[in-house]
């Protein structure tokens, strides 16, 4: 039996604004909803680690959902083909269940720890929790600042952009799309996702492995502020309104913007390949389109110093964000020890069978 496929996601992100989450998109036409709950270090991650690859050598493709604050770390699993869902329920995420015992069920590892063991360390607990939070907090304050650099290196090209070439852009996108594919019944879905994110070890992409069965990908090239979300978006709107399923990446730095969009009855993506979120490879059937061609370069040339200097207080700021996203996990590293040396494993291995035999009735 050949094994299943893995796509991975960021349900959340490292945002200037703090954590934004996209989990209510998780558990995606699923009629099977697992909750976990439990401290840092309890094992959600492994157990849902242990089901997803279980069920992968079953055959079964598989979501995987990533912690932008752990590289290592999952926060959920989606098993499609049984409309099931697993995933971290604590925070940030604090999930509640919709359908108690009808759809959603909670998994609480709380229930396997010694509280004995905890309470007579809860001034370290109590202490670590503080200091990761402030690390959060300092990542989350240079990630700000470095988005308003973020904003000044775009307004240098937004003030060159010619919208026309964007709209037309567009325009001829979506009719190539559309050409020889008649739209499906206008009954849409869409998902709201990440395909990238800000995290301890850098900026990390999934765009290679979320695109690997498109036959189609439009690679949009160009500096920030040359139009390429707003391409995306238009052609993404377009489509959903004529009842394409689509699934929008967001953009970390920006939430509101979209560095890819993937159309699945189409095997199309359409994904913004500049830094810090370039595709690792390319394939033949790739289409670059050149944003930088919209762009009125005459009005760019003279702020070119410029704007090598914001890119350069940019990057400093943003490897400040990694820093202390870092030291945040290292803090929480440290955390997890309490709770580890609290878990009975063996209970909580217990639990993980009790589901796979579940879901492999």
Not at 7 to 33: E, I, M, W
Not at 317 to 341: Q, R, S
Request: net charge negative; glycine share 6%.
């Amino acid at each position: 039996m050949a094994k299943g496929k893995i796509k991975n996601y960021f349900p959340g992100g490292n945002t200037p604004a703090g954590f934004y989450s996209f989990y209510q998109y998780l558990p995606y036409k699923t009629d099977q909803v697992f909750i976990i709950k439990g401290g840092p270090g309890t094992g959600k991650s492994t157990l849902m680690k242990k089901i997803g690859y279980l069920m992968q050598e079953k055959g079964y493709d598989l979501e995987f959902h990533w912690c932008s604050s752990d590289n290592d770390s999952l926060d959920g699993v989606v098993i499609p083909r049984l409309g099931t869902a697993i995933f971290d329920g604590t925070a940030p995420h604090l999930i509640d269940p919709l359908h108690p015992g009808a759809v959603d069920t909670i998994i609480n590892l709380g229930d396997y720890w010694d509280s004995n063991y905890l309470r007579e360390h809860r001034q370290e607990i109590i202490c670590l929790n503080k200091r990761i939070a402030h690390r959060f907090n300092q990542a989350y304050s240079f990630l700000k600042a470095a988005k308003q650099l973020y904003n000044q290196r775009k307004n240098y090209y937004s003030v060159g952009l010619q919208i026309t070439k964007v709209n037309n852009k567009s325009r001829e996108l979506t009719e190539s799309l559309l050409a020889d594919n008649p739209a499906p019944q206008p009954l849409s879905s869409c998902r709201h996702l990440f395909g990238s994110a800000i995290t301890p070890e850098g900026a990390v992409n999934y765009y290679d492995n979320l695109t690997a069965d498109m036959n189609r990908r439009y690679i949009l090239q160009g500096e920030p502020g040359c139009g390429k979300s707003t391409l995306i978006k238009r052609v993404a709107d377009h489509l959903s309104e004529k009842g394409f399923e689509i699934i929008y990446l967001h953009r970390p730095l920006e939430v509101e913007k979209l560095d890819a969009i993937i159309i699945p009855d189409l095997k199309t993506a359409i994904v913004v390949d500049t830094p810090p979120h370039q595709l690792l490879t390319t394939k033949d059937g790739d289409v670059i389109i050149d944003m930088l061609k919209c762009v009125n370069i005459e009005s760019i040339v003279p702020n070119t110093t410029e704007i090598n200097e914001v890119k350069n207080i940019y990057q400093q700021l943003i490897n400040k964000v990694y820093y202390y996203l870092m030291e945040a996990k290292t803090t929480h590293d440290i955390l997890e020890e309490f709770y580890i040396n609290a878990m009975d494993f063996l209970a909580v291995e217990d639990k993980q069978q009790e589901i796979i035999t579940k879901l492999t009735s």
